[in-house]
């Protein structure tokens, strides 16, 4: 970075070279489960306006603590305002850092199996608690996408559902009760990545909507946000090719999107970040020197990127260049410093109002949740309840990640234990997330030996091998399918197998399954 220069602020608050106010505008990543000497120095020589929260950074709740309150230390070092911009991508469901430590929260998508915006609160109100009590002000979510998109692979459960007005209608309350447990919500994101078929923390993606389109559909989930009072909205990495306004850019670098629709027709006037560019649908495509001045000039006040130091220096050496050039006007960056500001004062406001829900509650309530969650969708063989009298053969898919916005992986299921203690003769076969024909006739032959079969699937509108096992257990023997993930199983699955939908691999999910498939007092 070059040598800084004193510049006083607008506001008249604080002074600060021009290298710390594009400095400011940045969120980082760390890359350890501590803040190192390394991070430690980087700080003292330009503070970053945020850090950024990820799975990386986590190993225990007293460890994830002691980060946090080294944060703290080190801000409050630089006098920089309180709360600092933590943040953290804590969604609930298939992305949950803190689920080690902290009860397991329902996805979206298990939510809006519930359609229920009392619901979608205490979603909210709860994810916001886990947060508020480990002293993170900030919440990258909701997920405000309208998935139509069924073959995408990145948001899937992550969406509230595939219906406009649903996704508006419940990430409204979810706001609302993250804002009552002491914690700001970024809503994204915008325009919408529900309407792809391909993951942009790989590659760019596009998008085939026009504007009239976008305004009918994936934005209206955006203006009830705003109406809500949400305090952020993060941009994606996503080309229009049929909006010509935005001139062939990923609207999370395009004036169009973040300055003339979000900021001037919508009213946002709150704070606009990028999503990472780190992502491979930026970084593959831009260089780091350009892509912060681009970010900068389409009107964005924050800039996401989570990896690299020298990416980010990179990024920061040309955003100070563009304005020592003139090519970004220098009151541009004042008024990105003035909403970072602002933002900041709203996130203290959080915390001094914050009525989070007390931790001994979380677990009865998380469950409560997502009893309401679970639906069982058809039963035309009658398998619910199960019989204590049966035989039942539990065949589960392996966890895997979906995508890179995923941290389901790594556990296992307790179904089979949850219906063992409630009564039920079972036994559990462990399947790969794709079964051969090979894998598929093995299990088929096993079932042979079962009055019934309970089969998870995980997507298997998606991984054909799951739908065509559900095919051929389902000419042999009762089938009860248990839709752990996405609800487009259903569209794959055999007409006479009976279908409930979780939409959830959370332990409260399952329990809420269990008391479900087995009423206590049971049926012999």
């Known amino acids: 970075m070059e040598t800084a220069e004193r510049v006083e602020q607008p506001s008249g608050k604080n002074r600060l070279s021009l290298e710390e106010k594009v400095a400011r505008m940045c969120v980082i990543g760390v890359p350890s489960t501590r ?65 080690a430590f902290f009860p397991y929260v329902p996805s979206n998508r298990a939510v809006g199996l519930a359609e229920s915006e009392r619901i979608a609160h205490e979603h909210g109100k709860l994810i916001g608690s886990q947060l508020y009590s480990i002293g993170i002000p900030m919440n990258w979510a909701p997920v405000l996408d309208v998935n139509t998109s069924i073959d995408n692979p990145v948001v899937g459960i992550r969406s509230f559902g595939e219906d406009s007005d649903t996704v508006a209608r419940l990430g409204a309350a979810y706001i609302a009760g993250m804002h009552e447990a002491g914690v700001a919500c970024t809503a994204k994101h915008f325009p919408g990545h529900g309407q792809v078929s391909g993951d942009s923390h790989i590659e760019l993606q596009t998008c085939e909507l026009d504007i009239e389109e ?30 010509p306004e935005s001139q062939g850019w990923p609207a999370s670098l395009s004036r169009y999107f973040a300055t003339e629709l979000l900021r001037d027709k919508l009213g946002f006037q709150g704070v606009i970040c990028t999503d990472d560019i780190e992502m491979g649908a930026i970084k593959n495509n831009y260089e780091p020197a350009e892509i912060g001045v681009m970010a900068v000039l389409a009107g964005n006040d924050m800039i996401v990127m989570c990896h690299t130091p020298h990416f980010q220096n990179d990024v920061m050496s040309g955003i100070v260049r563009a304005v020592r050039d003139g090519v970004i006007p220098e009151e541009r960056i004042d008024e990105s410093i003035t909403r970072i500001e602002e933002l900041q004062a709203r996130m203290a406001a959080y915390r001094a109002s914050a009525s989070p829900v007390p931790r001994e509650q979380w677990k009865e309530r998380i469950l409560a949740l997502a009893r309401e969650t679970v639906k069982l969708a058809v039963d035309p063989q009658q398998m619910v309840p199960l019989l204590k009298s049966k035989r039942y053969l539990l065949v589960v898919p392996k966890l895997e990640r979906q995508s890179k916005a995923d941290n389901s992986d790594g556990k296992g299921l307790p179904l089979a234990g949850l219906l063992a203690d409630r009564g039920i003769h079972l036994t559990e076969i462990s399947i790969s997330q794709n079964p051969d024909v090979n894998e598929q006739k093995r299990v088929a032959d096993h079932a042979a030996g079962f009055d019934a079969v309970i089969q998870g699937t995980i997507n298997a509108h ?3 091998g799951q739908a065509q096992l559900a095919h051929t257990l389902a000419q042999h023997k009762p089938l009860l399918a248990v839709i752990l993930r996405n609800p487009y199983d259903t569209g794959v699955l055999p007409e006479q197998a009976s279908q409930a939908l979780l939409c959830s691999t959370s332990d409260y999910s399952l329990i809420a399954l269990a008391e479900r498939l087995v009423p206590r007092g049971g049926i012999a």
């Open 462 to 464: 998606l991984f054909e």
């Open 214 to 243: 976008l305004i009918a559909g994936p934005l209206i989930p955006f203006r009830k946000a705003i109406d809500a009072g949400v305090d952020s909205i993060m941009l994606a990495h996503i080309v229009f090719p049929n909006i």
């Open 35 to 99: 803040i190192d000497a390394e991070t430690t120095e980087r700080f003292v020589a330009m503070p970053f306006g945020g850090l950024g929260i990820f799975p990386h950074n986590i190993e225990s709740e007293a460890q994830l603590e002691n980060w946090v309150a080294s944060a703290d230390r080190l801000t409050a070092a630089k006098h920089e305002a309180k709360p600092y911009y933590l943040s953290i991508d804590e969604e609930g469901g298939s992305l949950s850092n803190m689920k």
